[in-house]
């Protein structure tokens, strides 16, 4: 059994179900078979960063990487809008007027915590059944909803061309989930009087995963071609980092893999990771001193 996470540093041009099936192909190349594999957060094909694989039991928590927090460090180029608000799409509008530097500064506060944001027409999200980036291809008209989102934090880390007349920003971004950054470097530009669309996105963190962990598609091919696989696999436990671990002896472990609810825990109400010695047992839910199970992994004890 494998049970655990691959960080890939995403490349330009793959798309996130690709990188999945690249890890499926090598570790069955290396003699592991079927094993499960999933993604924790879609990545474009024009982005590049961190991706999230679950494998195994881990797969279990690719939702936790969904709804996490993330960091992605982008382009804006202004003076154009495409219909996909990046590099793939066709211009739509254009615009003479280039911002300022002063100006840009200025903007950047009214786009920090919680915000209202429309997501783009070329997104997955669904409308009547049927994914908008489909309607929007087919040429149908797409009118999504704004939604709640929280920029934690937003920082102008460097610009190209002149203080009065800037060609471009890039600025690095953590924020809620369900942001969309094709849409905030739509809506900097058209605040600062002019348009724009993103020229390069990369993912720094998703979760508790940045790209300190990451590798590269060439490393995970090595591991089809004989490498360990250990060299490139994280323990489950490393999607985990963000809650408290909970140590049970060997009859609570029991009690919670069969399901049971254990009750007069002497720890606080919330989310608990529950693990046996080393090995993870359960996500788990502690309210007024009861545990209960929010997902089991069926992880063996070796000592066992």
Not at 207 to 225: H, M, R, T, W, Y
């Amino acid at each position: 059994m494998v049970d655990g996470w691959i960080i890939l540093d995403k490349p330009l041009g793959l798309g996130s179900t690709q990188g999945v099936a690249a890890v499926k192909r090598n570790l069955r190349q290396a003699g592991f078979g079927k094993v499960k594999v999933g993604h924790g957060g879609t990545l474009d094909p024009l982005a590049t960063g961190v991706l999230p694989i679950g494998i195994g039991e881990a797969t279990k928590l690719c939702g936790r990487m969904l709804d996490a927090s993330k960091v992605y460090a982008f382009t804006v180029q202004f003076g154009a809008e495409t219909d996909t608000l990046d590099l793939e799409g066709r211009i739509v509008t254009e615009s003479p007027h280039r911002p300022a530097l002063s100006d840009l500064e200025s903007a950047l506060g009214a786009f920090r915590g919680p915000i209202e944001q429309v997501p783009p027409a070329y997104s997955a999200l669904m409308i009547d059944g049927e994914r908008a980036y489909d309607l929007a291809r087919a040429g149908q008209v797409v009118e999504l909803k704004s939604r709640s989102v929280t920029i934690h934090t937003l920082t102008l880390d460097c610009t190209d061309g002149p203080p009065q007349a800037l060609q471009s920003a890039t600025l690095t971004a953590h924020v809620s989930k369900g942001t969309y950054i094709r849409s905030l470097a739509r809506d900097i530009a058209r605040a600062l009087g002019t348009v724009g669309h993103v020229t390069m996105l990369r993912r720094l963190r998703a979760g508790p995963f940045d790209l300190s962990g990451a590798i590269s598609l060439d490393k995970l091919n090595e591991v089809g071609q004989g490498a360990p696989l250990e060299h490139v696999l994280l323990p489950l436990e490393a999607g985990l980092v963000d809650i408290p671990a909970l140590n049970l002896d060997p009859e609570q472990a029991r009690a919670v893999r069969q399901g049971r609810v254990l009750t007069g825990l002497p720890f606080d109400d919330g989310l608990y990771w529950a693990r046996a010695g080393n090995v993870p047992v359960a996500l788990v839910e502690l309210s007024g001193g009861s545990l209960s199970v929010t997902r089991g992994f069926n992880i063996a004890d070796v000592a066992e």
